[in-house]
Structure formats: structure tokens, C-alpha cells
């Protein structure tokens, strides 16, 4: 995000004229209210913001927002971005990307975004299918998965995109979900981020992967599988009846019980989102035995690479005068006079 | 002129032109000695050409012939258009270098050797039963064989620099004596070193020392007939402010001054390939000029970050060879699809796949007219020589951001690395074309309200640039098919006709200037037809079957696509049209299909240049009364650069040689 002077904009301004083609009931559409009901809240202006994607289900997003929107090719919406923010550091970028497009055939720009920290922000949509494509299995789907291409049931390991952002190199990673009310809340803490900010949206794909996150996401039990993590806040989760502390000889996460909201007497420990240690921990933490670790994971900003650019661009460019004519005639030069050539 | 110089006894005092090669371990610095020749050759007012020759290997292994590197010049008192057929003059630094490259020298051609490197051991790296320079082997060539590497050590020992730092300026030795044969002045060497080793001043004096003593040596020596001062005149050159320049570099400079001409900020983002990474590292050091360069992840990161700034209001450039360019091909596509300007500069090599990494070919000219998904069309422009690239840049920069398109441009490897004299010009003498960005609403919807069409064309079918950032235009694009004016998605049967015919006549619509003959008349009995940088051997070529009274013409193309209108109209003129090629006859397939032409192809597909004379044998085919043995192909050649042996075979096509 930039220090542009708020804008005063409604959720409608953010809507276009085009007719949202999504499945009826996908996750999408959530998100995208969602984006579209924090923007005006940002003071975003819409001339200046723009959204940028690869290729799938998510990836129309760009269509449906009243801003700038360029809808690239498959895995490479990072390198667009990338030039886009070198060439105008004060657009506000919106990256939108899924499991397939960003994981899969995009897993390379998507790392190289993130550990050269270009200062935007990252939705990858994970519903841990492809979509559009009618329904393979992705790099995020669980061993297991029943897909056209695995009638059998998937047998590739599944990728954590949380934890291959901050292995990446990513100074804030950030997890939530399409119907989830706080989401704006984690697109907010992203855009505050000065740097790469990486956020995991988990995504329902009704048509070809329905409800694979109900387990948490459900409204019912939902309390007990969710863990939102606030900086400076224990890490309670089930009504504060449960928390999260450190094993401090294994070097590990567990659930403990709280008794009474004596969430200190039960050890459970702090956040702190600048702890990269427990960062790594709470990406990998297994669901099932643990809640979904939710929120911001990470937020630990350091100096974006634009600014590196700008920067270095100066310093070369120090004392030098921007002559053309002077440029072509540089180094060893002779003149010509009839016949005779003089060293210059 | 490489044959002027093939008719003469190689020992003439004056001659015309003369054809030095350098030739030694790739750590021997041979490509440095080479450069820092052609300098002091400009400097003495000489045409010339250069053709640099390396292995793949950065360090092959010592003394073996695939890890020989050489460097050809050819310069003289006329113009000088290729970097010459047969050497004059070879110097060899050790018996490797010796093997490989004798036999391309001309018959009484000079042979300086280093004995010092003539060694049992270097001996039988290269594969000698006996020393060549003992056992009478090269009595068809003056030899001139002493102990450089000795006189070196001798020369820099007041700079108590061990043997194996001594050694390395045998190279400097070996340029003071070839200053001394050519009488050529040391002074802007000696500075130039001095500069270089500014922080190591034994280094320098080493250096200086080493030079010092190899021009002694010729000075003082007694050395019988073999090396004597041979004085080449000046040439005589338009007046004016000259400096020797490479493809690359003309092809950076040209970029930065086609981005000043659009008044536009310039993007160049790359990714190491050889022979493109050359412009990378020019262009980093041209920031002051509002130039970014971003070293991407990958080839395809590279383009798209380019055409993320040009998304964005910059000048959007990349570059590659062909491997890198096929990985960016879909993101042209994309860039076809919006519709932004872009300039995307291959530096073609030999291939297919990695192919030969440091030689040269024409052969992606199907990639860069025909080579994407999808009917997408761009231009194609082809620089012709080191110099011309600057121009060609500039005309690349022209058309993408007035056209709002995709551009190739190509060089090859030869164009890349080789040297010219370039007469440096006046950044005045170009017209500016400034480019336009749409500030405001450019319609009136049916209620006559201000409306946004983002691809609305203008008379030359380009749709206005939209800066993301300008208030009230937002907008979106994308790959996808989009409406033939709002941009929207659009799938419809009759607008995806529409819109695929708007991008062909568009680019079929860029202005070309008319194709001009380069030599000859407009008319005749045959057209030579070139394209990139076989302009200087098939000028020669068709020059000297002109002087023999022959209807001869060349003509050489600078607009591969769209091709110049009259072209169809010239090639008619003549009754006969020969294109030659390093390709298998790429481009003689597009001027069959535009024109119905009969042209017949002469392709040469070694990694090595064409040689004039090869282009003078196929030219005089057409008048030896045989019918049908026109065109055809030139074989590899063992006496041309790069040698066979540079390769990892001794030349030979093992069980398949006729």
C-alpha cells in the first residue's frame, strides 16, 4: 500500500458493468464482496488501484472490480506485477492468483515476488482444485483426491502455501476464508504491510471440490476449529477453553487446556507476529490435531524492492548527465578529416 | 577486401587490407588481445570488421583443442565489409591453437608460435605425433617461432610477479609485436591498461612492460624475411567523430535513444543467455537515462515484467536468443492481445534447443514471423551489422509505441559480438516521435455521455495507451477476446473475425520505406537477397561478379514483416533470385509465399558466417550455362571461424564423411 490521500468510495464504486460469471454458490463471490467492502474502508481510489491476475477461476476477478485490471497469462501475474510496480511504485496492486496458477505453473515468479518483497498484495485462492479446467487435481489437493486425472485418488504430496510463502522469503503471510467475517480485517493488515504480503484464501469450489473445508469453515464447530491468531493476544481457540503453547524441549506446538481463562497458568503462549520460529510452526501445524491457524501469521516488513531499485537507479545515475550525444561518442573515439584519423 | 588481399603474396609491404587472427588458450586472453587490436586499428583510420570466436566452455581444460578461442580482423585502407575469408597472419600461442587453425591460412601466410608452449605434453593435447614447427610440416607458410612465453618472463621481472602472473601478459607481448608489424601506436594501450589496473600498478607495468618488449622485439630483432613493418593507409572515411562499436551495444544505445526519441521512461527486463546477456550489462550502466533493468527470474519473468511496465507508461523491453525467446513466446501473445508496445531483441544462435551457445545462425526467422499460438502477427525488423543495429533499434522503438505492438528485432551472434567502425551520429538527426498517453474519455455513449473505449484505433489501427493511474479511465485488459471497442470480454463469432483482422492489418499497415537496391541496378538477370548479417559477404560477393560486367544486384531487407510493398515488384524485375541464408532457407519460404517468386535458397547451417568466396561460387552458378545446380548448400569449412575443432570432434562427421 502507498500514502495516498484517502478517497471517499462506496461499495458500488467498486462494482463493474460486467456480469460476474462464476458458479452460482462459489466461494468467489464472497471474496470478492469482500474486497469490495474494504477498499472504500482503505480510502482506496479507484485510479490508482490496480488488480492483477494469471489464469483460472479467480483469476477473472480483475473483471469485476472498478479499477485498473489486467488479466495476464497462466502463473505469471507476479512478473506483470513486478513491472508494473517498478515502473509506477505509487499504484496500489492487487494481486489475485489460485493453488494451480500460483502453486503449480506460477510456483517460481510467485517465489521470486515474495523473497524480492515487491510492495503488494498476494490473494492466492486455494480450493485445492482446477476449476476451470473442470476439475484435476491441484498441487494443493489433499493425497487422496478423486479428479479426472486421478480417478484413483491423488497421490502427489500437496503443497502448504503458507509455508511456501515464508520459505520464500515473505515478510507477511496471512490465512482466512471466502465467508469468513474477518476477512477484510486480514485484506486490511495486508495492505498495511509495506512489502510483499501474502495471503491464503481458502475457497469453495462447489462444482468440482465442495465443502473440502467445512471441517473449520463450517459456521457449526467453527469456534473450535479456528484459531485467529491477533498480534499480542494468547493464542485461545474454542472460546478461550483451549490454547496454544510452546513445548519448549520438543520445540513444538500443542493444544493445551484452559481452566477458568487462565490462559498464562496453562502456558499458552503470546503472539508475536514478528517471531519467524513460531511463523514456521504455525504454517505447518497439522489440521485435524490443531485448529486452522487463521490471521495474520506473519508481519515482520523490511525494505521493498522498488525501493532498492529507486535507489540504486539514483546512485548510478549520480553526477551523470542524461547526454545522448555525449553517450554515443564514449570511449575511444578518433575524428576523421579527409583522410587523417587523430585519436580524441 | 578479404580477396584483394587472397590475390596477393601475403608478404606485399602495402597492401590493401590484411586478415590477422589471434589464436590461442581460451585463458590466454586472446578475445582482449583481439579487441584491444581492432582499437588501435580504428585509431589508425583503417576500415574493419572483427569476428570474435569462443567456446562454450568458460575454462575448458588447458591446451586442448576445443578450448582454443580466436579472434579475426580484417582491416585496410578501403572499406572493409567482412571479417575476412583466409588470415594473412596467424598468431599462435600454443600448439592447440596452431592445429586448429593453420589451415585456413592463406598459402605463404605468416605463422607466429610461441615455442615456449610447444611442450611434450601441449603437443599431444593436440594431438602432434611430432613438433610441427621442427618437422617441415608447414613449409607452405612462413614461420616465425621464438619463446614468448621466456622473453615474457624475461620482460615484466622487475615486477617480481610469480611464473604463472608473469605468463599472463605473453598476450601483451604478442599485441606490442603485432603493434609493431602494423605501425601502430601504442599510447592509447598503454593508457588503457594503466586505467584498467589502476588499483594494481605492478599488473600495469607488467602489462606495459610485456607490450613494450614484444614491440622491441620486432623493432630490434633480426628476424631474416618473415616480419617486416607493413603500413596499411587510412581509409578514406566521411569526416567525422568515429568510435568502434558491437551489435550489442548499438543495439543498446539504440534502444536508450529510441526511448528518448518516445520521450518514455525505458524497461528492460533479462535473463542470462548467451550471446543476448551482452545488452543486459551495457544497459545497466545507461541508468541516467531513466533506464530499469531487472534481472527476472526466468526468461518468461523477464517479458512479462516488460509488459508489465509498458502496461504501466514505460518503454517495455526484453531480450534473449532463441531458447529464451521461445519460453516468452506465449507472454507475445498477450502482448498482441492488449495491444502495448513492446521491443523484443534476439540475439539468434545456433540451434535447435541449446544448439551452439556462442555461434551464430539466422535460423528463428520462422520463430519471429510465424512462431505463436493463435493467428499473431508483429513486425520484424533485422539489423544487418554491428553499426546498423543502433538504427534498427531505434525503428523497433518507433513502431512498437506508434503501433501499439509487440516488435521483433534481430541480430545474431555474429552481429553481437563483432566490431565496426561506427561513425558516431547526431542524436539530432533523428525525428522525435513522442508518445501519447489518453488523458481523458475518448467517445459519447448513445446519450451523449463521455465514454471510455479502450480499443478504439486510431488511423494507423493503434488503440490508445491508458496509464493505469489516470483518473476516470480504469479499465480492464486481458487475453481473453475482447469486444472491438469497450475491451470487454467478448467471444462472439463475428467480433473474434473482426478483431483478428484488425491486429493483421494493423501490423500489415506499419509504414516500411520501399526496399532499395544495395548494389545494382534495379533490374537484371540475378537478385541477391539478404537479410541480418550476411550483408557484408554477399555485398563482396555480388561487387566483384558486377566488375566481371554481370547483371547482378543485391538487395538487403531490413523489414522481414511487414516486408516493404514494392518488394514482389523488384524481385519481378529479375530473372533469377538467390537468397542466401544461415538457416535452411527460412526467409526464401516467406518471399515464395508473399510473391509466387521462384527464388532458390543457399543456406550454410556450420554456425559459421558465409565466406564471399562461397557466395561468389554460388552467385557464378547462375552463369556457368548448367542448368539447375543453382542454390543448394555450402558445407561446413575447416579453414573458416569457428574451426571444426573448437567444437569437440576433429572436423570430421565420424563414419558419415563422403
Known amino acids: 500500500m502507498n500514502d495516498m490521500t484517502p478517497i471517499e468510495t462506496t461499495l458500488k464504486d467498486w462494482e463493474t458493468d460486467q456480469e460476474v460469471r462464476w458458479c452460482p454458490g462459489c466461494g468467489d463471490y464472497a471474496i470478492l464482496k469482500a474486497v469490495q467492502r474494504t477498499l472504500p474502508q482503505l480510502g482506496s481510489d479507484p485510479a490508482n488501484t490496480v488488480f492483477v491476475s494469471g489464469i483460472g477461476c479467480s483469476s477473472r476477478f480483475p473483471y469485476y472490480v472498478e479499477s485498473y485490471g489486467f488479466h495476464t497469462i497462466h502463473g505469471r501475474a507476479p512478473a506483470f506485477a513486478t513491472g508494473i510496480k517498478l515502473a509506477n511504485p505509487d499504484l496500489d496492486v492487487w494481486l489475485v492468483t489460485g493453488d494451480g496458477d500460483g502453486l503449480s505453473i506460477g510456483g517460481n515468479h510467485l517465489m521470486h515476488v515474495l523473497r524480492r518483497n515487491v510492495n503488494l498484495q498476494i490473494m492466492l485462492f486455494n480450493n485445492e482444485i482446477y476449476g476451470l479446467t473442470k476439475g484435476q487435481f491441484s498441487p494443493t489437493s489433499r493425497l487422496g483426491t478423486k479428479s479426472p486425472s486421478t480417478p484413483l485418488g491423488s497421490f502427489d504430496r500437496p503443497a502448504q502455501p503458507c509455508a511456501f510463502a515464508l520459505g520464500s522469503g515473505a515478510r507477511f503471510v496471512a490465512r482466512g476464508f471466502d465467508v469468513s467475517k474477518n476477512l477484510p480485517d486480514v485484506l486490511k493488515a495486508a495492505h498495511a504491510h509495506q512489502g510483499a504480503a501474502f495471503i491464503e484464501i481458502f475457497q469453495n469450489c462447489i462444482v468440482y471440490n465442495k465443502d473440502v473445508f467445512d471441517d473449520f469453515a463450517a459456521p457449526k464447530g467453527a469456534e473450535a476449529h479456528q484459531l485467529w491468531l491477533e498480534d499480542g493476544q494468547p493464542m485461545l481457540f474454542d472460546g478461550g477453553t483451549k490454547g496454544i503453547c510452546l513445548d519448549r524441549e520438543a520445540l513444538e506446538l500443542r493444544v493445551v487446556d484452559v481452566v477458568d481463562g487462565d490462559w498464562q497458568a496453562a502456558g499458552v503462549i503470546v503472539h508475536n507476529v514478528k517471531n519467524r520460529s513460531i511463523a514456521h510452526m504455525l504454517v505447518e501445524l497439522p489440521f485435524g490435531a490443531f485448529p486452522m491457524a487463521l490471521g495474520v501469521l506473519y508481519d515482520d516488513p523490511r525494505p521493498t524492492f522498488e525501493a532498492a531499485v529507486i535507489e540504486e537507479r539514483a546512485r548510478a545515475s549520480e553526477g551523470k548527465e542524461a547526454n545522448l550525444a555525449k553517450l554515443l561518442g564514449k570511449g575511444q573515439t578518433w575524428t576523421v578529416s579527409g583522410t587523417a584519423a587523430d585519436p580524441v | ?658
Request: with cysteine; proline share 7%.
Open chain 2, 1 to 658: 577486401m578479404a580477396t584483394q588481399t587472397a590475390e596477393r603474396p601475403a608478404d606485399t609491404h602495402t597492401p590493401e587490407a590484411v586478415v590477422v587472427r589471434f589464436a590461442g588458450d581460451s585463458g590466454d586472453g586472446m578475445q582482449l588481445t583481439g579487441g584491444q587490436f581492432t582499437l588501435s586499428t580504428a585509431l589508425a583510420g583503417n576500415d574493419l570488421a572483427t569476428f570474435p570466436d569462443f567456446p562454450a566452455e568458460i575454462r575448458a581444460p588447458q591446451g586442448t583443442l576445443f578450448g582454443v578461442s580466436a579472434f579475426q580482423i580484417n582491416f585496410g585502407s578501403r572499406q572493409i565489409n567482412t571479417a575476412g575469408d583466409a588470415p594473412d597472419v596467424l598468431v599462435a600461442m600454443n600448439p592447440a591453437a596452431l592445429k586448429t587453425n593453420v589451415e585456413a591460412l592463406k598459402p605463404g601466410g605468416l605463422i607466429i608460435a610461441d615455442t615456449g608452449e610447444f611442450t611434450k605434453r601441449n603437443l599431444e593435447k593436440a594431438k602432434y605425433e611430432s613438433n610441427p614447427l621442427e618437422d617441415g610440416s608447414l613449409a607452405r607458410w612462413q614461420v616465425l617461432a621464438f619463446d614468448i612465453s621466456a622473453l615474457t618472463i624475461e620482460a615484466v621481472k622487475p615486477f617480481g610477479l610469480g611464473n604463472k602472473d608473469a605468463l599472463r601478459s605473453k598476450n601483451m607481448w604478442t599485441l606490442g609485436l603485432a603493434l609493431w608489424m602494423f605501425d601502430r601506436d601504442r599510447q592509447p594501450l598503454i593508457d588503457w591498461l594503466e586505467a584498467k589496473f589502476k588499483n594494481k600498478p605492478e599488473i600495469a607495468g607488467a602489462n606495459v612492460a610485456a607490450l613494450n618488449a614484444g614491440h622491441a622485439y620486432g623493432e630490434t630483432a633480426e628476424l631474416g624475411g618473415h616480419l617486416h613493418q607493413t603500413h596499411i593507409p587510412a581509409v578514406e572515411h566521411e569526416p567525422g567523430l568515429y568510435r568502434t562499436v558491437t551489435g550489442a551495444e548499438a543495439v543498446s544505445l539504440g534502444l536508450v535513444a529510441g526511448a528518448q526519441l518516445a520521450e518514455l521512461p525505458m524497461f528492460f527486463g533479462g535473463y542470462p543467455i548467451t550471446p543476448a546477456s551482452a545488452i543486459l550489462h551495457h544497459l545497466v550502466r545507461m541508468k541516467e537515462f531513466g533506464v530499469t533493468t531487472f534481472q527476472a527470474e526466468d526468461e518468461i519473468a523477464a517479458i512479462c515484467a516488460a509488459i508489465g511496465a509498458s502496461y504501466a507508461g514505460q518503454l517495455g523491453v526484453t531480450s534473449s536468443s532463441g531458447p529464451g525467446i521461445a519460453l516468452k513466446t506465449e507472454a507475445m501473445g498477450l502482448a498482441i492481445m492488449v495491444e502495448l508496445p513492446l521491443v523484443i531483441v534476439n540475439s539468434q544462435r545456433g540451434g535447435p534447443s541449446t544448439g551452439l551457445p556462442t555461434k551464430t545462425e539466422q535460423s528463428d526467422l520462422y520463430q519471429a514471423v510465424y512462431g505463436r499460438n493463435g493467428d499473431a502477427p508483429l513486425p520484424v525488423i533485422a539489423a544487418s551489422s554491428p553499426s546498423d543495429a543502433f538504427e534498427v533499434a531505434i525503428e523497433a522503438v518507433r513502431i512498437a509505441t506508434q503501433y501499439m505492438t509487440p516488435v521483433i528485432l534481430l541480430t545474431d551472434g555474429y552481429i553481437a559480438n563483432a566490431a565496426e567502425p561506427w561513425k558516431v551520429p547526431d542524436p539530432k538527426s533523428f525525428e522525435p516521435f513522442p508518445a501519447k498517453f489518453l488523458e481523458e474519455k475518448n467517445a459519447k455513449d448513445a446519450d451523449g455521455n463521455d465514454e471510455l473505449l479502450p480499443y478504439r484505433r486510431d488511423a494507423k489501427g493503434a488503440r490508445p495507451w491508458i496509464k493505469p493511474g489516470t483518473p476516470g479511465l480504469m479499465h480492464r485488459v486481458g487475453g481473453i477476446e475482447k469486444h472491438v471497442e469497450t475491451g470487454n470480454i467478448d467471444y462472439s463469432p463475428a467480433n473474434h473475425q473482426k478483431m483478428t483482422d484488425l491486429r493483421r492489418d494493423k501490423v500489415l499497415g506499419v509504414a516500411v520505406p520501399d526496399q532499395e537496391v544495395a548494389l545494382g541496378d534495379e533490374t537484371g538477370e540475378l537478385a541477391v537477397v539478404g537479410w541480418g548479417s550476411t550483408y557484408g559477404p554477399i555485398r563482396q560477393a555480388v561487387r566483384r561478379w558486377r566488375e566481371k560486367g554481370r547483371k547482378v544486384s543485391h538487395i538487403h531487407v531490413r523489414h522481414i514483416w511487414p516486408l516493404p510493398k514494392n518488394l514482389g515488384e523488384l524481385l519481378a524485375g529479375f530473372d533469377h533470385v538467390l537468397v542466401p541464408e544461415m538457416n535452411t532457407g527460412q526467409f526464401k519460404t516467406v518471399l515464395r509465399d508473399q510473391y509466387l517468386v521462384d527464388a532458390q535458397s543457399l543456406t550454410k547451417t556450420s554456425g559459421q558466417p558465409f565466406q564471399i568466396a562461397e557466395l561468389e561460387a554460388a552467385i557464378g552458378k547462375y552463369f556457368d550455362g548448367i542448368e539447375g545446380d543453382e542454390g543448394g548448400e555450402v558445407p561446413a569449412n575447416k579453414a573458416q571461424l569457428p574451426e571444426p575443432q573448437s567444437g569437440y570432434d576433429d572436423g570430421t562427421l565420424k563414419g558419415h564423411h563422403p
